[in-house]
T-cell receptor
Framework: DGGITQSPKYLFRKEGQNVTLSCEQN?????MYWYRQDPGQGLRLIYY???????QKGDIAEGYSVSREKKESFPLTVTSAQKNPTAFYLC???????????????FGQGTRLTVV | GQSLEQPSEVTAVEGAIVQINCTYQ??????LSWYQQHDGGAPTFLSY????GLEETGRFSSFLSRSDSYGYLLLQELQMKDSASYFC??????????FGQGTTLQVKP
């Protein structure tokens, strides 16, 4: 079955440590996105990528980094510079991000990161 | 920049009709979409409007007015399982997909 997979579902880290969240899709989608969601809040865009080897900062990129070496994969690193990293992180993909024909995004099940 | 506004909460009774509004500001607008998210889950796609007018999909309909930068999601014959958060999102030529803050819908018996 095609889909988008995030791992792990729950992640605990000590303050000051970098941590990498995995996002893999087998939908052959060009565009991928990372969002952060805090309790009772909307989705805020961290980074997005429309094509392999290219990515752009979203609205809250500070303290995060990404790579897009393969079409299927878009890992997110939460660095020690992120002041308040505890949140629910969602990865999404869409067929043709940034084009009029791109109508639907598919989401992974999310990673709940807790920093202690 | 891009921004969206939607009500934070809406309450309705089972079997009723509810409308969730969304106003947006963006340049290079492509379309407005709607997503549903149950507690602790992932958002799932409901509908997309690129042109003015009403799109109907079963009990759910979505409307767009490009000239007013406004859209709404209409939910009919409400069921308890419709209790969830609903997000509007705007896509544009920036490549970004930007979401609103979400509207929590509570359906009561």
């Amino acid at each position: 079955d095609g889909g988008i997979t995030q791992s792990p579902k729950y992640l605990f880290r000590k303050e000051g440590q970098n941590v990498t969240l995995s996002c893999e899709q087998n939908l052959n989608h060009d565009a991928m996105y990372w969002y952060r969601q805090d309790p009772g809040q909307g989705l805020r865009l961290i980074y997005y990528s429309q094509i392999v080897n290219d990515f752009q900062k979203g609205d809250i990129a500070e303290g995060y980094s990404v790579s897009r070496e393969k079409k299927e994969s878009f890992p997110l690193t939460v660095t020690s510079a992120q002041k308040n990293p505890t949140a629910f992180y969602l990865c999404a993909s869409s067929i043709l991000g940034g084009t009029p024909g791109d109508t639907e995004a598919f989401f992974g099940q999310g990673t709940r990161l807790t920093v202690v | 920049g891009q921004s969206l506004e939607q009500p934070s909460e809406v309450t309705a009774v089972e079997g009723a009709i509810v409308q969730i509004n969304c106003t947006y500001q963006t340049s290079g607008f492509y379309g407005l979409s709607w997503y549903q998210q149950h507690d602790g889950g992932a958002p799932t796609f409901l509908s997309y409007n690129a042109l003015d007018g009403l799109e109907e999909t079963g009990r759910f309909s979505s409307f767009l007015s490009r000239s007013d930068s406004y859209g709404y999601l209409l939910l009919q014959e409400l069921q308890m399982k419709d209790s969830a958060s609903y997000f509007c999102a705007v896509s544009s030529n920036t490549g970004k997909l930007i979401f609103g803050q979400g509207t929590t819908l509570q359906v009561k018996p």
